[in-house]
Nanobody, 116 residues
Framework: QAQFVESGGGLVQPGGSLRLSCEVS????????MAWYRQVPGRGRELVAQ????????DYADSTKGRFAISRDNAQNTLYLQMDSLNTEDTALYLC?????????WGQGTQVTVSS
């Protein structure tokens, strides 16, 4: 069973940075495109960033392009999201999953709150 354990969230001031991590198990991590999503009550789930299985291709939502960087360590089955220049619109619950979540399971996510 696919499992995702996100960590690294917290409270940060506008303009600050955070690095999220996601430990993955239960499937062949390196074979899948992976993604970070975020969700805010009443606004649904947004795809934030995605990365190919080998890590050589990435793509970002327009709202995060130039500020966020997704990466992965296939030896450690871990996905990362470096978030810089955070603003209040980035406040959300951040979750990782395989792109288009083919396994049907989710982790608990990690809360990011941007506030002064």
């Amino acid at each position: 069973q696919a499992q995702f354990v996100e960590s690294g969230g917290g409270l940060v001031q506008p303009g600050g940075s955070l690095r999220l991590s996601c430990e993955v198990s239960g499937f062949t991590f390196s074979s899948y495109w992976m993604a970070w999503y975020r969700q805010v009550p009443g606004r649904g789930r947004e795809l934030v960033a995605q990365i190919s299985g080998s890590g050589d291709k990435t793509d970002y939502a327009d709202s995060t392009k130039g500020r966020f960087a997704i990466s992965r360590d296939n030896a450690q089955n871990t996905l990362y999201l470096q978030m810089d220049s955070l603003n209040t619109e980035d406040t959300a619950l951040y979750l990782c999953n395989a792109l288009h979540y083919p396994f049907g399971s989710w982790g608990q996510g990690t809360q990011v709150t941007v506030s002064s």
